[in-house]
Structure formats: structure tokens, C-alpha cells
């Protein structure tokens, strides 16, 4: 099969197609024939040699690429229920240290990180869902915030932001959101209650002014740190996305760091989530598998609205 690994850390032609055999599925997996693969910052954080510089994934000749699937089901191992061959699913390949990932033809995944895809979805759509959603997700959940509290989320226009927000409001979450001053409309439209421009010169005092006292929880999607914190109210809860990048826990804060971890059934709510139109997909482009290098120029570039997806 053909898949996109890297044998030389460096820039974006560093990602590169090569042919290996296809995988087989163990006891608890499932092997997936990739209609879509999504593309992630991460995906470059490995491919750049970082994720080993950092420790993250011992030094190795081979390493694959791509976090989040979307296809069909063709092969079950042993021990697997609720799934069967032909089914439409989506997944999240969370492991660093793998020879090929979602960048492939072919992946095998543990059965308990597999849901079905969303019912109305096309694969392409669907692959944006599983690392950006559950992130949002785990974040919210490590928040514990109560119906009617106030959340800040930062980067709301972004993939992990956006989601955030989506899901904060389906919990009952008042969301205030931080983006750029042309993202007001989008992020309202996922249902923030209130805005404010990333670019406000004193971001605590901006939010604030229409939060007196500070929100009860931060959800920091773009890395602010003590910025953000400083919208918090004494004793809230912050959480930031970013393993590397968290504030002190000030004023009595607690403050997380969270790693998203596979989960099929979360997974699977936030399936049925989006089938219910309550989650919005955000495709910026669509590319074939062979130039998986040009969608990491892209990503580097910045200034997608969205994630760019590859497809076998």
C-alpha cells in the first residue's frame, strides 16, 4: 500500500510516499481502508523531528504520519464486537511511535478507538472530526463547568476552538470567544454569546468589562496562557491544549494540561453530535495522498479556516 511516513525529519518534502505491506488487524482491531485523512499541526511537529527532540518518540528510521481517519471497515480481528466489515467509521491513531499512521490506504486501529462516522458526513468532513473534536471534548470534560457558567475559549475560529465552542454551548456553557476581528461572525455563529479580538490590548481587562469578575473557565486553544488566566475569576479552572504552555495556577486557579487520548465512545457522541447538526465541519481543501508535502507547506503558512484533508 501506499503511505506517507518520515525516514528524514526536516521540512515539508521531509513527508514522503512510500509503498509497504498493507497491515493486518490483531486481537482488538480493525483495520480501515482510508477514504480521508485529516491534517494536523502535530503531523508537523513529528515530521519537523521535534516530537523526538522533545522526548515524545524514541529516535527511529521510520516513522508514520495523520491522527485522524475516516473510511470503511475490511478486516476485524479477533474479539472484536459492534463492528462489521463494510461499516462506515472514523478513528483516532494516537500513538507517535507507529511505522505508518492515517496517511495511508490502509490503518489498523484499536476496535475502542473506532465510532461510527457521522450519518450525513462525507468521509472528507468526517476525518476533520476525531483529534480536533475530542480535544475540545477532554478539555471541557477536565473544565467540569456547570450549565450557565462562562467559558473563555481562545482560538475559537481555529479547529480545536471552534469545536470548543460547539460543544461548550451544547453543555449549557455562556461562551465568551477570543479570535481575530474578521472571525467575529463565524465564531458567533457556532453560538458564542460574546467576542472579543485576540488583538485587544489588555485581553483580561477586555473580557472583563463584559464578564465582571472574570469567567469560571478558560479554554485556551491558542496557546495564550497567562493572558487568558488573567480573565479568570479567583478559583476558576483553566485548561490549556498545549502540553509545553500553561500558566501558574494564580488566585487559587487550577490549572490542567490536556493530551488528547483515543476514545470511541466519546468518539461516538461526538458522532452523533454532528449527524444531529449540532457540530459544524470545516474543510479548507482537499488533496490526493501524493501531496501530503504541499499540505504541510500550506498548514506552515497559516491562515486556514479549517483543515486541509488528504485522500487515498
Known amino acids: 500500500m501506499r503511505a506517507v511516513v518520515v525516514d528524514e525529519p526536516g521540512g515539508p518534502d521531509a513527508a514522503v510516499l512510500v509503498e509497504v505491506a498493507v497491515p493486518e488487524p490483531g486481537p482488538g482491531q480493525v483495520r480501515i481502508r482510508v477514504r480521508a485523512a485529516a491534517v494536523n499541526p502535530v503531523d508537523g511537529f513529528v515530521r519537523s523531528g521535534a516530537a523526538t527532540a522533545a522526548g515524545l518518540v524514541v529516535p527511529r528510521d521510520r516513522?508514520?504520519?495523520?491522527?485522524?481517519?475516516?473510511?470503511?471497515?475490511?478486516?476485524?480481528?479477533?474479539?472484536?464486537?459492534?463492528?462489521?466489515?463494510?461499516?462506515?467509521?472514523?478513528?483516532?491513531?494516537d500513538r507517535l511511535d507507529v511505522p505508518t499512521a492515517a496517511y495511508a490506504e490502509w490503518i489498523v486501529l484499536d476496535a475502542d478507538a473506532v465510532a461510527p462516522a457521522p450519518a450525513g458526513w462525507s468521509a472528507v468532513e468526517a476525518a476533520?472530526?476525531?483529534?480536533?473534536?475530542?480535544?475540545?471534548?477532554?478539555?471541557?470534560?477536565?473544565?467540569?463547568?456547570?450549565?450557565?457558567?462562562?467559558a473563555l475559549v481562545t482560538g475559537a475560529a481555529g479547529a480545536v476552538g471552534g469545536?470548543?465552542?460547539?460543544?461548550?454551548?451544547?453543555?449549557?456553557?455562556?461562551?465568551?470567544?477570543?479570535?481575530g476581528a474578521d472571525d467575529e461572525k463565524l465564531v458567533r455563529s457556532l453560538g458564542a454569546e460574546r467576542f472579543v479580538p485576540r488583538d485587544a490590548e489588555r485581553l483580561g481587562a477586555a473580557v472583563r468589562a463584559q464578564v465582571p469578575g472574570g469567567v469560571d473557565g478558560v479554554l485556551d486553544a491558542a496557546v495564550v496562557g497567562v493572558a487568558a488566566h488573567d480573565a479568570l475569576r479567583g478559583g476558576g479552572a483553566f485548561v490549556s491544549v498545549h502540553l509545553g504552555s500553561a500558566p501558574p495556577p494564580l488566585r487559587g486557579s487550577r490549572v490542567t494540561r490536556v493530551a488528547v487520548r483515543a476514545d470511541g465512545r466519546r468518539l461516538r457522541q461526538l458522532s452523533e453530535l454532528a449527524a444531529a447538526g449540532r457540530l459544524t465541519a470545516r474543510v479548507a481543501d482537499v488533496l490526493p495522498l501524493a501531496q501530503a508535502a504541499?499540505?504541510?507547506?500550506?498548514?506552515?503558512?497559516?491562515?486556514?479556516?479549517?483543515?486541509?484533508?488528504?485522500?487515498p
Open 63 to 93: 516513522l508514520g504520519l495523520g491522527w485522524d481517519v475516516a473510511g470503511e471497515i475490511d478486516a476485524i480481528g479477533d474479539g472484536v464486537a459492534g463492528f462489521a466489515v463494510g461499516d462506515a467509521v472514523i478513528g483516532l491513531a
Open 128 to 150: 476533520t472530526l476525531p483529534l480536533n473534536a475530542l480535544t475540545a471534548a477532554q478539555a471541557l470534560d477536565v473544565l467540569d463547568l456547570v450549565a450557565g457558567s462562562t
Open 163 to 179: 469545536y470548543a465552542v460547539e460543544l461548550a454551548v451544547a453543555a449549557g456553557l455562556r461562551v465568551v470567544a477570543v479570535a
Open 294 to 311: 504541499e499540505a504541510h507547506r500550506r498548514l506552515a503558512d497559516g491562515g486556514l479556516r479549517g483543515r486541509l484533508v488528504l485522500t
